[in-house]
Nanobody, 135 residues
Framework: QVQLVESGGGLVQAGGSLRLSCAAS????????MGWFRQAPGKEREFVAA????????YYADSVKGRFTISRDNAINTAYLQMNSLKPEDTAVYLC????????????????????????????WGQGTQVTVSS
C-alpha cells in the first residue's frame, strides 16, 4: 500500500511559479514510477508529467514542456512538480499518482501510448491540491 498526500498548491499570478510536493507513505516508494495529473472542472483528467522509479527518465505533456519539472527524492519518499511560467490554463486540481515501475514506457495500445500517461494504469492516487493561476 502507498498513500500519497499532495501539498503546495495555491493562487498565483500568470508568469509565477509554484512547487508541488507529493509525500508518500510506505517503504516501497522507490518501486513506483510517479506521475502528476491535473483535472479542471468539467474536463477529463489530463497527464502532466511522469518520472521513472530511479528518477533517470522523465516524460512530459507537450503543454508543459520547458515550464514544468518533475523530480523525486527516494530518501524521503517525496515527489515534486516545479511549475514555472504558469498560465491561466494551468488552473486545475493537481494529483500525484504511483505507477508500478515495470510498466514504465510499456505501450498500452496500438498507437504506442506509454503507460505513464494513462490514469487507469496507476495504482495509487493522492487527494489533489488546487492550483489557480490568475490573469
Amino acid at each position: 500500500q502507498v498513500q500519497l498526500v499532495e501539498s503546495g498548491g495555491g493562487l498565483v499570478q500568470a508568469g509565477g511559479s509554484l512547487r508541488l510536493s507529493c509525500a508518500a507513505s510506505g517503504r516501497t516508494f522507490s518501486s513506483y514510477a510517479m506521475g502528476w495529473f491535473r483535472q479542471a472542472p468539467g474536463k477529463e483528467r489530463e497527464f502532466v508529467a511522469a518520472l521513472s522509479w530511479s528518477g533517470g527518465s522523465t516524460y512530459y505533456a507537450d503543454s508543459v514542456k520547458g515550464r514544468f519539472t518533475i523530480s523525486r527524492d527516494n530518501a524521503i519518499n517525496t515527489a515534486y512538480l516545479q511549475m514555472n511560467s504558469l498560465k491561466p490554463e494551468d488552473t486545475a486540481v493537481y494529483l500525484c499518482a504511483a505507477l508500478k515501475a515495470r510498466l514504465w514506457s510499456k505501450n498500452v495500445d496500438s498507437l504506442g501510448t506509454p503507460a505513464q500517461t494513462v490514469p487507469h494504469q496507476y495504482d495509487y492516487w493522492g487527494q489533489g491540491t488546487q492550483v489557480t493561476v490568475s490573469s
